[in-house]
């Protein structure tokens, strides 16, 4: 099946600073999304991203669909950007597979 | 965007007893979609809840453990039976919003077996 890695799976940063997260998939996707859970344990979607760059505040995050990577950018990290970051591949129209995740601590 | 509201929000249980977890949603819905996230770990998909169908397992899960049932467009329940402390997880509904493009999940229901 399809396989989906992210890294680095611990990230420590101090506020103010700037971050890139990773994800590699193993396959073609159609579908490819980004989430948020906070310390509370909230699900959160950040991105649709099956190709190509979007934006949103501080946030941004590139496809790379023909190298199937995704990249995920946070500038200027707050305390509030702390949790865990998962990126996500649809295998079959509906189901999502996750990667492991990356857990970010945004110390202030 | 969907709205969904899941219940209950967390649980204590002993072994031996079932737990039904409700999902609800602000609109009506072809899909919805069961995941366990374990203690530390990333979530996995448990079942496929299609109105008027019976669920559709992955592997690793099976009816007898988690029954699921999918009444109308808006609702779905799933019992966790026979509980061990193994099933101690988050359990998330999730929905495809609009135009099928991003899922989007219920607040979780956070389930601790003694």
């Known amino acids: 099946g399809i396989q989906v890695e992210q890294s680095p799976p611990d990230l420590i940063l101090q506020e103010g600073a700037n971050s890139t997260l990773r994800c590699n998939f193993s396959d073609s996707v159609n579908n490819l999304q980004w989430f948020h859970q906070n310390p509370w344990g909230q699900l959160i979607n950040l991105f649709y991203?099956?190709?190509g760059t979007k934006q949103n505040g501080r946030l941004s995050a590139t496809t790379v669909a023909t190298e199937r990577y995704s990249l995920l950018y946070i500038s200027s990290s707050q305390t509030t950007d702390s949790g865990v970051y998962f990126c996500?591949?649809?295998?079959?129209?509906?189901?999502?597979?996750f990667g492991q995740g990356t857990e970010l601590s945004v110390k202030p | 965007s969907a709205v969904i509201s899941q219940k209950p929000s967390r649980d204590i249980c002993q072994r031996g007893t079932s737990l039904t977890i409700q999902c609800q949603v602000d609109?009506?819905?072809?899909?919805m979609f069961w995941y366990r996230q374990q203690p530390g770990q990333s979530l996995t998909l448990i079942a496929t809840a299609n109105q008027g169908s019976e669920a559709t397992y992955e592997s690793g899960f099976v009816i007898d453990k988690f029954p699921i049932s999918r009444p109308n467009l808006t609702f779905s329940t799933l019992t966790v039976s026979n509980m061990s402390p193994e099933d101690s997880s988050i359990y998330l509904c999730s929905v495809w919003g609009q135009g099928n493009e991003k899922l989007f999940f219920g607040s979780g229901t956070q389930l601790s077996v003694l």
């Open positions: 609109s009506q819905v072809t899909m």
């Open positions: 991203i099956p190709s």
């Open positions: 996500a591949v649809e295998l079959i129209w509906g189901k999502l597979i």
